[in-house]
T-cell receptor
Framework: GAVVSQHPSWVICKSGTSVKIECRSLDFQATTMFWYRQFPKQSLMLMATSNEGSKATYEQGVEKDKFLINHASLTLSTLTVTSAHPEDSSFYIC????????????FGPGTRLTVT | EDQVTQSPEALRLQEGESSSLNCSYTVSGLRGLFWYRQDPGKGPEFLFTLYSAGEEKEKERLKATLTKKESFLHITAPKPEDSATYLCAGNDKIIFGKGTRLHILP
């Protein structure tokens, strides 16, 4: 149980274009999902908390107009990187919190974004 | 400022050589200390949650313990397949340490 998927697993896009990443909880409903980014040999940095049916809460320093998050259903959250630049190239990972497990998160496999 | 610090950054062990990874934290109002395993190019895989000092949890060759200031991940008689980066994280919003890259030599 507690399986989270992400799509795509990797994507290459040109500078200035937008990219959408999907995060799905496959066998449970998640009212809360999280988005992280990870640079090589660095730890995960929380970008935002996504709550179903409401606006995402962004961490300090994360541009909400650049990283658009939508949590339209209890099993799907999307992250759209708008007007991507090479410095946005990173490993983006989502996680979802199963109901009743207030302090646990289960992670997706990650999406490798490369902006050329 | 809430902080999670892991040591060592990297560790190389011979197969069967037991050791411990350290996670020290300064997190106000800690509500949970989490251990994850991450393989290259993959998302973290949940291992343990510890909630209170003195608590211990085990899974195969791994055992996690928690004190008021730090947590240890003990690995007993490791095998090459235990090679990965082990991350610890604290609190509700999950503040991650930088991880320990563990490499087990056959």
């Amino acid at each position: 149980g507690a399986v989270v998927s992400q799509h795509p697993s990797w994507v290459i896009c040109k500078s200035g274009t937008s990219v959408k990443i999907e995060c799905r909880s496959l066998d449970f409903q998640a009212t809360t999902m999280f988005w992280y980014r990870q640079f090589p040999k660095q730890s995960l940095m929380l970008m935002a908390t996504s709550n179903e049916g409401s606006k995402a809460t962004y961490e300090q320093g994360v541009e909400k107009d650049k990283f658009l998050i939508n949590h339209a259903s209890l099993t799907l959250s999307t992250l759209t990187v708008t007007s991507a630049h090479p410095e946005d190239s990173s490993f983006y990972i989502c996680s979802a919190r199963p109901p009743g497990r207030e302090y646990e998160q289960y992670f997706g496999p990650g999406t490798r974004l490369t902006v050329t | 400022e809430d902080q999670v610090t892991q040591s060592p950054e990297a560790l190389r062990l011979q197969e069967g050589e037991s050791s411990s990874l350290n996670c020290s934290y300064t997190v106000s109002g800690l509500r949970g200390l989490f251990w994850y395993r991450q393989d290259p190019g993959k998302g973290p895989e949940f291992l343990f949650t510890l909630y209170s000092a003195g608590e211990e949890k085990e899974k195969e060759r791994l055992k996690a313990t928690l004190t008021k200031k730090e947590s240890f991940l003990h690995i007993t008689a490791p095998k090459p397949e235990d090679s990965a980066t082990y991350l610890c994280a604290g609190n509700d919003k999950i503040i991650f340490g930088k991880g320990t890259r563990l490499h087990i030599l056959p």
